[in-house]
Structure formats: C-alpha cells, structure tokens
C-alpha cells in the first residue's frame, strides 16, 4: 500500500488533490492510504505517531509552520519519503532545493501534468515486484502480483489464475483480499467469488467487467455499488 499526505490550507484544494490522486491510484491499479492535513504542524504529530509516508504534497504558503519548515522537520527524521512542493509563486521554489524535493508544482495543477509526474514517480518507486506466497503439499510457491488477473474460489479451493498459469491452494477468498488491501497492486472484488486485478480490467460494464484477455466475469448485484464508484472515478465523474 502506498501511503500518501496532502498537507494545504486552503480546503478547496484538498478536495482536488484528493480527486486527483484517487483518480490516478484507480487508473493505476494501485492501493493507497491517503491523509489530508491544514497545517505542517497536524502533519508531522502524525507522523510521529503513525509513521513515515511514502509520498507528501506540501503546500509551501502554510499558515504557521510553512511548507518549507515543516519539509526540514520531515527530512531530520526521514531521508526517503519523497516530497513534492505546490505553490502560487515561483519566487518560493528556489527555496526548497536543501530539502531534496522530487518536483515543484505551480498552482493551479493542471490534472493531465500531475498524472504525468506521478507516472515519473511510479517508475523510479516501484522497482521492486510484489508477489503472493502459499503453500501447498507442503511447497511454497511465490507468485508476481503483476501476473495475476483474478482470483476466484471455488469451496475450499483458492484459484490464481494468471497470465500464463493457473495455480491453487487452500483459503478463503475474504483472506486473499485483505492481504491484497496491504499490496501496493490493486485489486477489485466483484462477487462473492471473484477478485479481479484492477489492471487487467479492461471494460467496466453494469453486470460484468471484460478483462484484458478477453474474459468475461460476472459483477454480483452486491459489489455492482462499489464497482460502479470506481468505474465513474475512471471516467472522471463524481462519485
């Protein structure tokens, strides 16, 4: 899971950080835990007792301790979150350099630019493979998250059904989930017995979604709810 602070004071912009970068971790496929903070100081008692994040907005104009403070507080104790300033005025940014952020956006952001620099993000972040552990007959197996496309029970039995192969062990699929919801890799419960990898989705439809192999899974009316949300945050609509 990718934890992620928005720190702003101004609450308008929260909002749209917060469209933004859900919109982004759908179309991604990416779980993420998002923060919203009004002032560095709220942020940084926050760390201090949750710990570090993996990825901070900060809006450099903060009202008491500014943006550019509360980065040298954060950096005094954590060398590798990585932080990205926002600002109204370039005069601000030159400022920032000792801090070491990954990059300065100039108010207003403009959505199709910031998809763009988390994409940078995405590429220097992500190097390292995600993968899901079992045993069975007493053999462990190790399979990329990548590669999965769905997983789908059937009684006692767990399915991975993947790019290439299809592998099984015993569980529950209610467990596989919540181990997924912990995984930077996204994936989608649609009915009781499928849960789908976001990014191998490839149409969203009422009673199914068709995946990139050309695999038609049904949606149960009980998951057609949360479904649907993620599907008209794809489009870029309100929730």
Not at 131 to 159: A, G, M, P, W
Not at 194 to 215: A, D, E, F, P, R
């Amino acid at each position: 899971m990718l934890k992620i602070g928005v720190c702003d004071d101004d609450g308008t912009y929260l909002i749209i950080m917060k469209r933004y970068i859900d919109r982004w971790a759908a179309g991604k496929g990416i779980n993420i835990e998002l923060q919203l903070f009004t002032h560095g100081e709220q942020l940084l008692e926050h760390i201090m007792t949750f710990g570090r994040y993996d990825l901070i907005f900060l809006d450099i104009e903060l009202k008491g301790i500014d943006g550019l403070q509360t980065a040298r507080n954060i950096r005094d104790r954590d060398r590798f979150t990585t932080l990205i300033f926002m600002s109204q005025y370039d005069t601000f940014f030159q400022n920032g350099y000792e801090v070491h952020p990954f990059y300065f956006f100039r108010k207003p952001i403009e959505e199709n630019h910031f998809e763009e620099i988390l994409g940078r993000y995405l590429q220097l972040h992500q190097g390292i493979s995600e993968n899901i552990i079992f045993r069975k007959r007493k053999v462990s197996y190790c399979v990329s998250l990548s590669e999965v496309i769905y997983f789908t029970s059937d009684k006692r039995l767990i399915y991975i059904i993947g790019s290439e192969d299809v592998y099984s062990f015993y569980g529950k699929l209610d467990e596989v989930q919540n181990m997924m919801n912990q995984k930077k890799h996204r994936f989608l419960r649609i009915h009781k017995s499928y849960l789908v990898n976001m990014k191998h989705i490839n149409q969203y439809h009422y009673k199914n979604v068709i995946l990139c192999n050309g695999t038609e899974l049904p949606v149960s009316k009980d998951y057609r709810k949360s479904v649907n949300e993620v599907h008209l945050l794809l489009l870029g609509e309100d929730v």
